[in-house]
Protein backbone atom coordinates (compact mmCIF):
# COMPACT_ATOMS: atom_id res chain seq x y z
CA UNK A 1 0.00 0.00 0.00
CA UNK A 2 1.31 3.60 -0.32
CA UNK A 3 3.54 4.25 2.00
CA UNK A 4 2.65 8.72 2.02
CA UNK A 5 -0.82 7.20 2.62
CA UNK A 6 0.36 5.82 6.38
CA UNK A 7 2.91 8.27 6.72
CA UNK A 8 -0.31 11.08 6.70
CA UNK A 9 -2.69 8.62 9.31
CA UNK A 10 0.46 8.53 11.63
CA UNK A 11 0.76 12.54 11.47
CA UNK A 12 -2.65 13.15 11.84
CA UNK A 13 -2.67 10.40 14.56
CA UNK A 14 0.38 12.39 16.20
CA UNK A 15 -1.14 16.03 15.73
CA UNK A 16 -4.59 14.48 17.15
CA UNK A 17 -2.42 13.19 20.37
CA UNK A 18 -0.50 16.23 21.11
CA UNK A 19 -3.62 18.19 20.64
CA UNK A 20 -5.45 15.90 23.56
CA UNK A 21 -2.65 15.77 25.54
CA UNK A 22 -2.54 19.55 25.54
CA UNK A 23 -6.06 19.95 26.51
CA UNK A 24 -5.76 17.31 29.33
CA UNK A 25 -2.88 18.96 30.74
CA UNK A 26 -4.41 22.09 30.77
CA UNK A 27 -7.85 21.09 32.46
CA UNK A 28 -5.62 19.09 35.08
CA UNK A 29 -3.63 21.96 36.91
CA UNK A 30 -6.39 24.17 35.93
CA UNK A 31 -8.72 22.08 38.41
CA UNK A 32 -5.78 21.50 40.87
CA UNK A 33 -5.39 25.44 41.04
CA UNK A 34 -8.40 25.97 41.42
CA UNK A 35 -8.61 23.58 44.57
CA UNK A 36 -5.59 25.32 45.63
CA UNK A 37 -6.47 28.81 44.94
CA UNK A 38 -9.35 28.87 46.73
CA UNK A 39 -7.03 29.08 50.59
CA UNK A 40 -4.70 31.20 49.28
CA UNK A 41 -6.01 34.15 49.97
CA UNK A 42 -7.26 33.43 53.63
CA UNK A 43 -4.32 30.84 54.24
CA UNK A 44 -3.18 32.97 57.40
CA UNK A 45 -6.88 32.73 58.73
CA UNK A 46 -7.48 29.21 58.24
CA UNK A 47 -3.68 28.46 60.28
CA UNK A 48 -4.93 30.74 63.16
CA UNK A 49 -8.29 28.66 63.44
CA UNK A 50 -5.69 25.71 64.15
CA UNK A 51 -3.55 27.33 66.58
CA UNK A 52 -1.09 29.08 64.63
CA UNK A 53 0.32 32.05 64.72
CA UNK A 54 1.90 34.66 61.67
CA UNK A 55 4.96 33.38 62.00
CA UNK A 56 3.76 29.77 61.94
CA UNK A 57 2.03 30.54 58.50
CA UNK A 58 5.50 31.95 57.07
CA UNK A 59 7.36 28.53 58.30
CA UNK A 60 3.92 26.72 56.96
CA UNK A 61 4.49 28.86 53.66
CA UNK A 62 8.04 28.39 53.30
CA UNK A 63 7.96 24.61 53.69
CA UNK A 64 6.50 24.04 50.73
CA UNK A 65 8.08 26.55 48.85
CA UNK A 66 11.50 25.14 49.90
CA UNK A 67 10.34 21.70 49.66
CA UNK A 68 9.25 21.81 46.32
CA UNK A 69 12.41 24.25 44.83
CA UNK A 70 15.21 22.00 46.06
CA UNK A 71 12.91 18.53 44.99
CA UNK A 72 12.21 20.41 41.44
CA UNK A 73 15.92 20.65 41.28
CA UNK A 74 16.77 16.87 42.27
CA UNK A 75 13.87 15.22 40.92
CA UNK A 76 14.08 16.94 37.73
CA UNK A 77 17.45 15.31 36.73
CA UNK A 78 15.86 11.82 38.01
CA UNK A 79 13.20 12.47 35.18
CA UNK A 80 15.24 13.80 32.43
CA UNK A 81 16.75 10.16 32.74
CA UNK A 82 13.25 8.89 32.49
CA UNK A 83 11.77 10.91 30.13
CA UNK A 84 10.00 8.60 28.65
CA UNK A 85 7.90 8.12 31.59
CA UNK A 86 6.91 12.02 31.50
CA UNK A 87 3.26 10.86 32.16
CA UNK A 88 3.31 8.43 35.21
CA UNK A 89 5.73 11.02 36.59
CA UNK A 90 2.49 13.93 36.10
CA UNK A 91 -0.23 11.37 37.00
CA UNK A 92 1.95 10.65 40.71
CA UNK A 93 2.41 14.20 40.93
CA UNK A 94 -1.64 14.57 40.98
CA UNK A 95 -2.00 12.03 43.31
CA UNK A 96 1.03 13.30 45.76
CA UNK A 97 -0.83 16.61 45.52
CA UNK A 98 -4.53 14.82 46.34
CA UNK A 99 -3.01 13.28 49.22
CA UNK A 100 -1.65 16.83 50.24
CA UNK A 101 -5.02 18.39 50.53
CA UNK A 102 -7.20 14.80 51.88
CA UNK A 103 -4.62 15.63 55.41
CA UNK A 104 -6.00 19.61 55.46
CA UNK A 105 -9.63 17.67 56.03
CA UNK A 106 -8.00 16.11 59.28
CA UNK A 107 -5.56 19.14 60.53
CA UNK A 108 -5.57 19.52 64.25
CA UNK A 109 -1.92 21.15 64.87
CA UNK A 110 0.42 23.71 62.89
CA UNK A 111 3.01 19.67 63.14
CA UNK A 112 0.53 18.00 60.90
CA UNK A 113 0.17 21.62 58.76
CA UNK A 114 4.07 21.41 58.58
CA UNK A 115 3.65 17.65 56.93
CA UNK A 116 0.94 18.47 54.20
CA UNK A 117 3.07 21.35 53.13
CA UNK A 118 5.92 19.34 52.60
CA UNK A 119 4.02 16.46 50.91
CA UNK A 120 2.18 19.48 49.08
CA UNK A 121 5.76 20.51 47.99
CA UNK A 122 6.96 16.93 46.83
CA UNK A 123 4.00 16.75 44.57
CA UNK A 124 4.82 19.76 43.20
CA UNK A 125 8.68 18.57 42.61
CA UNK A 126 7.50 15.34 41.13
CA UNK A 127 4.41 17.51 38.55
CA UNK A 128 5.94 20.26 37.64
CA UNK A 129 8.99 19.26 35.58
CA UNK A 130 7.30 16.43 33.82
CA UNK A 131 4.41 18.79 33.43
CA UNK A 132 6.46 21.11 31.50
CA UNK A 133 8.49 18.51 29.39
CA UNK A 134 4.86 16.98 28.40
CA UNK A 135 3.77 20.26 27.52
CA UNK A 136 6.43 21.26 25.25
CA UNK A 137 6.98 18.13 23.80
CA UNK A 138 3.27 18.15 22.90
CA UNK A 139 3.43 21.47 21.25
CA UNK A 140 6.44 21.50 18.44
CA UNK A 141 5.34 24.84 17.12
CA UNK A 142 3.96 27.66 18.76
CA UNK A 143 5.53 27.32 22.12
CA UNK A 144 4.78 30.72 23.25
CA UNK A 145 1.30 30.30 22.52
CA UNK A 146 1.26 26.92 24.37
CA UNK A 147 2.59 28.63 27.70
CA UNK A 148 0.19 31.71 26.97
CA UNK A 149 -2.59 29.82 27.26
CA UNK A 150 -1.83 27.71 30.44
CA UNK A 151 -0.65 31.07 31.85
CA UNK A 152 -3.60 32.53 31.23
CA UNK A 153 -5.26 29.53 32.93
CA UNK A 154 -3.50 29.99 35.81
CA UNK A 155 -4.43 33.23 36.44
CA UNK A 156 -8.00 33.57 35.21
CA UNK A 157 -8.63 30.36 37.47
CA UNK A 158 -6.67 31.70 40.52
CA UNK A 159 -8.58 34.78 40.62
CA UNK A 160 -11.84 33.16 40.25
CA UNK A 161 -10.81 30.34 43.00
CA UNK A 162 -9.74 33.44 45.35
CA UNK A 163 -13.13 35.05 45.11
CA UNK A 164 -15.01 32.10 45.54
CA UNK A 165 -13.05 30.10 48.05
CA UNK A 166 -13.16 33.72 50.65
CA UNK A 167 -16.65 33.53 50.33
CA UNK A 168 -17.42 29.87 50.74
CA UNK A 169 -15.12 30.53 54.00
CA UNK A 170 -17.04 33.25 55.34
CA UNK A 171 -20.63 31.89 54.24
CA UNK A 172 -20.20 28.15 55.39
CA UNK A 173 -16.56 27.61 56.73
CA UNK A 174 -13.64 25.94 56.13
CA UNK A 175 -14.74 22.64 56.80
CA UNK A 176 -16.62 23.17 53.16
CA UNK A 177 -13.63 24.83 51.29
CA UNK A 178 -11.45 21.89 51.84
CA UNK A 179 -13.90 19.47 51.05
CA UNK A 180 -14.63 21.53 48.17
CA UNK A 181 -10.36 21.58 47.31
CA UNK A 182 -9.79 18.05 47.93
CA UNK A 183 -13.27 17.42 44.90
CA UNK A 184 -11.51 19.79 42.54
CA UNK A 185 -7.99 17.81 43.31
CA UNK A 186 -9.48 14.46 43.46
CA UNK A 187 -11.03 16.09 39.05
CA UNK A 188 -7.56 16.70 38.79
CA UNK A 189 -6.23 13.29 39.25
CA UNK A 190 -8.57 11.45 37.49
CA UNK A 191 -8.11 13.89 34.75
CA UNK A 192 -4.63 13.29 34.38
CA UNK A 193 -4.83 9.47 34.36
CA UNK A 194 -6.59 9.77 30.94
CA UNK A 195 -3.07 11.13 29.16
CA UNK A 196 -2.00 7.28 30.06
CA UNK A 197 -4.91 6.61 27.80
CA UNK A 198 -3.44 8.95 24.60
CA UNK A 199 -0.24 7.19 25.35
CA UNK A 200 -1.67 4.09 24.55
CA UNK A 201 -4.12 4.96 21.92
CA UNK A 202 -1.13 6.28 19.85
CA UNK A 203 1.27 3.77 20.14
CA UNK A 204 -2.25 1.30 19.63
CA UNK A 205 -2.54 3.12 16.26
CA UNK A 206 0.85 3.11 15.16
CA UNK A 207 1.35 -0.65 15.46
CA UNK A 208 -1.79 -1.34 13.50
CA UNK A 209 -0.60 1.24 10.18
CA UNK A 210 2.66 -0.96 10.43
CA UNK A 211 0.61 -4.39 10.25
CA UNK A 212 -1.33 -3.32 7.23
CA UNK A 213 1.69 -1.81 5.86
CA UNK A 214 3.34 -5.28 5.55
CA UNK A 215 0.35 -6.68 4.12
Known sequence: MNMSFYKKINLIEQLLANFFTRVI???????????AGLIVPIFAIFVERIGGSLIEVGIASAL????AGIGILIISRFEDAHNRNFRQFVVLGYLLALTGY??????????????????????SAV??????????RNT?????????????VVYIV??????I?????????????????????????LLSLALL????LKSTIKKSAKFEESL
Open 25 to 35: LYLTDGFLIAG
Open 158 to 163: SASAAL
Open 165 to 189: GASIASAYGFKLLILVMVFLSSVAF
Open 140 to 152: PNHLAVAWGNWNA
Open 64 to 67: FSFT
Open 197 to 200: KVKT
Open 102 to 123: LNYLFLSTVTHLYFAQVLLGIA
Open 127 to 136: RVPSYDALLS
